[in-house]
C-alpha cells in the first residue's frame, strides 16, 4: 500500500484522540466512585439537598463512561479500566470542592476534544461531547452554587 502522508498523519491524530478520551473516561470513573461516595458520607441538613444531587450527578457520570467507551471502541481502541485517584475528605466542604475541581478540569478536556473530534472529521463524537459538556457544566454550577462562589472559568488558556 503506498504511503500518503495525510492519511498517515489522520491515523497518528486518531491514536492521540483514543488515548485522549481514556484519559476522559478514567475521569468519569473518577468522577462516579467520587460521586457515589461522597452523596453518602455528606452530613449535615445544610448538605442534603446537594447530596440528592450529587447521586443524581453519580447516574449521569456514568452515561458519559458509557459514551466514551463506546465511542473508544468504535475507533478500534481498548476502554481503560483505571480511575483517577479519588481524594477523601471528611469535610463537606473539602468534597464539593474537589468535585468542582474535577468538573472544571473535565470540561477544559472536553472542550479540547470537540477540537480533536472534528480534526479527524468524527462529527458524530464531537456531537456527543457537546451533550457531555453541558451537563458537566451544570454539575459545576451545582456544586459552586453549593460553595457560594461563583462558576469556575473554563475560557481561559485557550481551551
Ligand atoms: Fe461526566
Ligand atoms: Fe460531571
Known sequence: M?????EKDRQKSLKELVNALNEDLSREYQAIIAYTIY???LKGAK????AAEL?????????????????IDYLGGMPTNSPKPVKL???????????????TETI?????????AE???????ADQLRKIISQEQEHQHDLAT?????????????A
Not at 450527578?57 to 467507551?69: G, K, S
Open 2 to 6: 503506498p504511503e500518503n502522508k495525510a
Open 39 to 41: 452523596s453518602n458520607v
Open 47 to 50: 448538605w442534603m439537598s446537594i
Open 55 to 71: 447521586k443524581l450527578h453519580a447516574a449521569q457520570e456514568l452515561q458519559h463512561a458509557m459514551i466514551i467507551a463506546d465511542q
Open 89 to 103: 475528605s471528611d469535610k463537606p466542604e473539602e468534597m464539593i470542592r474537589f468535585d468542582l475541581d474535577n468538573e
Open 108 to 116: 477544559k478536556n472536553y472542550r479540547q476534544r470537540v477540537k480533536q
Open 119 to 125: 480534526a479527524v472529521g468524527h462529527y458524530a463524537l
Open 146 to 158: 453549593a460553595l457560594g462562589i461563583d462558576v469556575p472559568d473554563v475560557f481561559c488558556e485557550g
